[in-house]
């Protein structure tokens, strides 16, 4: 019961944190700062959007019995997009930080509930 909760948290979760963290950035915080930062910040978020989306592809065609990424491929790279992700989040300011290292700590830990028994 708790691997299910968590997974319905992250994979829910996830999205909703990068979409916030993205409007806040996109509406203030990218403004305030510098071109490297705001090209760290855009690093950061896509690399979580992307470590999400092969995450969920993944279970999704699991659970399809269709194949069509091999899960432990997927593993071995969602869960380093997402370590640098939440690394390169730290390149935000503000609310847009909290939001983006959170979403890049729940991406690494997306596949406990699914690999670990």
Do not use: C
């Amino acid at each position: 019961m708790f691997r299910l909760v968590m997974a319905t948290v992250e994979v829910i979760g996830v999205p909703m944190l990068l979409v916030a963290s993205w409007s806040i950035w996109l509406r203030s915080v990218r403004a305030e700062l510098p071109l490297w930062r705001n090209g760290l910040a855009l690093a950061a978020l896509s690399l979580v959007s992307v470590s999400w989306s092969l995450a969920v592809l993944s279970v999704v065609s699991g659970f399809a019995h269709r194949q069509t990424i091999d899960p432990m491929w997927s593993l071995e790279l969602s869960q380093p997009l997402g370590l640098v992700g939440a690394i390169l989040a730290v390149a935000l300011k503000g609310a847009p930080r909290f939001l983006a290292l959170l979403a890049g700590l729940l991406m690494i830990g997306f596949w406990v509930p699914f690999v670990y028994r």
